[in-house]
Structure formats: structure tokens, C-alpha cells
T-cell receptor, first 111, second 116 residues
Framework: AQSVTQLGSHVSVSEGALVLLRCNYSSSVPPYLFWYVQYPNQGLQLLLKYTSAATLVKGINGFEAEFKKSETSFHLTKPSAHMSDAAEYFCAVSRNYQLIWGAGTKLIIKP | EAGVVQSPRYKIIEKKQPVAFWCNPISGHNTLYWYRQNLGQGPELLIRYENEEAVDDSQLPKDRFSAERLKGVDSTLKIQPAELGDSAVYLC??????????????FGEGSRLTVL
């Protein structure tokens, strides 16, 4: 069975610091992986996706993620955090025409 | 291009009352999803439509929840009667197709339900 684990329900970083949000997956077949962002009181928005092409995937708002098969990871990074990045981030894996979601990580940006 | 539209944004009802949520997907998107999201958790799928056909409703609590997608466009999700545990955000999403790229979903802003 496929599953997604996001390490840390809350991550706090200073403005301008590196953002690292962790996601590990379990999958019996090469997965399609996604990161979504949810701003307060809004729906989810696709940040980026991995579909077995390049292992380093660039998304919107300066985010990127690297697929590492050996570590079964798909961590999300951004070199320099901005106050507007404060949101909840969800990692997901595609299975049988639907998404299996992680529990989410709330990113807090300190001024 | 208009996004996924949901209404109402907020709804407060007393338990045992009925409630309905409406969703209009992006034009041309054949696949429509209803999700429920509890506070601090990821979305959980309630039902998925391909055009007007419900192709996955295995997670829909059929004793009190119902959904329809007449004419394969907009959709309604109903709860009757509502229970305290139904308090959550109900998200509608659409996508142009299924297959392994089914993760590219476009979400509405959600309908936040509070059951008192």
C-alpha cells in the first residue's frame, strides 16, 4: 500500500533562511509525487510535481523538490523564505487515479 | 479562465439539520472530486466523478451523505442529517483527465461546515 509521511507538523524558519519540508513515501511502483500549498482559508494549489522525468523539479514561487528513489524521499526546499510563504504544505502520491495525502506541514516564517 | 467555484463558503447548522454544498468545476474538466478536510489533516476523498458517473464513492458515508453530478458539470454534496463530527472543510476539485497524472487537481476555496 502506498503512503506518505511528512516529518514535522510545524516548521519554523526565519525570513531569508532555507526552507526544508520533508516528505517520504512508500510505493510499490515508481510514483508520481506532488506538493500542494494551502494558504489560510483557501483551497489547495499545485506547487510542483514529479512524473518520472527530471529528478529535480522546479515549481512556483521559487520552490523545488528532489526525487530520491534510494531514500524514498521528495523533500521540498526554497533557498530563502519570504513572509508570503507562510502556509500549509501537503505532499501527495498518486495511486489508482487518486491522491494519497500526507498530513501536512505548517510553515511559519519568523520576521 | 474561471477556477473551481464552491458555495457556500461558510455554513453553521445545528446537528440533525440537512446541508448542501455546490461546486462548479473548471469548464472542460471531466473529473470532479469531493474531499473532506479536518483541521490539521490532509484531504480525504469522499467521491470521484468521471463526467456524470460516480466511479469511486467507497469513502462516502452513504447513510447520511449523498452526491450528484447531473449533466456531468456542476455537483452537489448533501449531508442529512448532519452530526457534530461532520464539522470540516469540504473541498471540491476538478481535473481535465485521470490516469497517472491524476494528481494535477484544481481546488475550490472550500466550504467550511460547523455543526453545533
Amino acid at each position: 500500500a502506498q503512503s506518505v509521511t511528512q516529518l514535522g507538523s510545524h516548521v519554523s524558519v526565519s525570513e531569508g533562511a532555507l526552507v526544508l519540508l520533508r516528505c517520504n513515501y512508500s510505493s510499490s511502483v515508481p510514483p508520481y509525487l506532488f506538493w500542494y500549498v494551502q494558504y489560510p482559508n483557501q483551497g489547495l494549489q499545485l506547487l510542483l510535481k514529479y512524473t518520472s522525468a527530471a529528478t529535480l523539479v522546479k515549481g512556483i514561487n521559487g520552490f523545488e523538490a528532489e526525487f530520491k528513489k534510494s531514500e524514498t524521499s521528495f523533500h521540498l526546499t526554497k533557498p530563502s523564505a519570504h513572509m508570503s510563504d507562510a502556509a500549509e504544505y501537503f505532499c501527495a502520491v498518486s495511486r489508482n487515479y487518486q491522491l494519497i495525502w500526507g498530513a501536512g506541514t505548517k510553515l511559519i516564517i519568523k520576521p | 479562465e474561471a477556477g473551481v467555484v464552491q458555495s457556500p463558503r461558510y455554513k453553521i447548522i445545528e446537528k440533525k439539520q440537512p446541508v448542501a454544498f455546490w461546486c462548479n468545476p473548471i469548464s472542460g474538466h471531466n473529473t470532479l472530486y469531493w474531499y473532506r478536510q479536518n483541521l490539521g489533516q490532509g484531504p480525504e476523498l469522499l467521491i470521484r466523478y468521471e463526467n456524470e458517473e460516480a466511479v469511486d464513492d467507497s469513502q462516502l458515508p452513504k447513510d447520511r451523505f449523498s452526491a450528484e453530478r447531473l449533466k456531468g458539470v456542476d455537483s452537489t454534496l448533501k449531508i442529512q442529517p448532519a452530526e457534530l463530527g461532520d464539522s470540516a472543510v469540504y473541498l471540491c476539485a476538478s481535473s481535465p483527465s485521470t490516469g497517472r497524472t491524476a494528481g494535477e487537481l484544481f481546488f475550490g476555496e472550500g466550504s467550511r461546515l460547523t455543526v453545533l
